[in-house]
């Protein structure tokens, strides 16, 4: 009886063994997971933070690209508009040169000679004050007869009656002036009124 008892608890501790043996070996596969989990974890983090890198250059290139523009931009600009504040000053020059002229009556600056001389005088100064104008790209707006362009002109007031369409500048009372592409003046003109039983009109305002 008791080598029975003694085969009986050699199965036992057999069978024991066995199951011993198969819970050790998804034991050992869960170890080996969990040892290779954290190298593709910090694989991920690289990758993402290179991702991030590169995003930060390319902006960092954006805006170094954005600057570079625009203090080339402001470089033209000061080169192209440097002598705006000088042609600001001589533009009464010019207007007086020109009222100097329309003041002398024709007959009169024909018939003496020391008028003529003197009318011939001043057309030279202003001839020569806006060639002087011209070399560096400001020109004379004198709008007489054109459509009305509130970009480039003033209008003072209308007139009715003229005969003209309505919007066109029938009268320039002072000359305007541009440096480019950059207004340094309106002209100040005066507007032609449509007909008020056809109720033409224009937008004189900006």
């Known amino acids: 009886m008791s080598e029975e008892k003694k085969v009986q608890d050699a199965d036992v ?6 199951h011993a043996t198969e819970e050790d070996v998804p034991a050992n596969d869960t170890q ?4 290779e989990n954290p190298e593709l974890a910090v694989l991920d983090k690289l990758q993402a933070e290179n991702s991030e890198l590169k995003d930060r250059l390319m902006r960092a290139l954006a805006e170094v690209e ?23 000053e001589l533009l009464p ?3 007086n ?5 329309e003041a002398i009556p024709g007959d009169l600056a024909q018939g003496d000679d020391q008028i003529k001389n003197m009318v011939m005088g001043i057309e030279m100064t202003e001839k020569q004050l806006l060639d002087a ?13 054109e459509k ?3 970009q480039l002109h003033q209008a003072m007031s209308e007139a009715e009656g003229t005969g003209q369409p309505a919007g066109t500048v029938v009268q320039v009372l002072q000359a305007g002036y541009v440096l480019a592409d950059r207004l340094l003046r309106p002209a100040m003109v005066v507007v032609a009124k449509g007909d008020p039983e056809e109720g033409a009109s224009v937008d004189t305002t900006a």
């Open 97 to 101: 040169l020109r009222r100097a002229l």
């Open 32 to 35: 080996t997971g969990e040892a």
């Open 66 to 88: 954005n600057v570079r523009r625009r203090a080339d931009k402001e470089r033209q600009d000061g080169q192209k508009y440097a002598v705006s504040p000088l042609a600001k």
């Open 13 to 18: 501790e057999n069978q024991a063994d066995v």
């Open 148 to 150: 009305f362009d509130y």
């Open 93 to 95: 020059v010019a207007d």
């Open 133 to 145: 104008f011209e070399k560096v790209n400001i020109q004379r707006v004198n709008p007489q007869g």
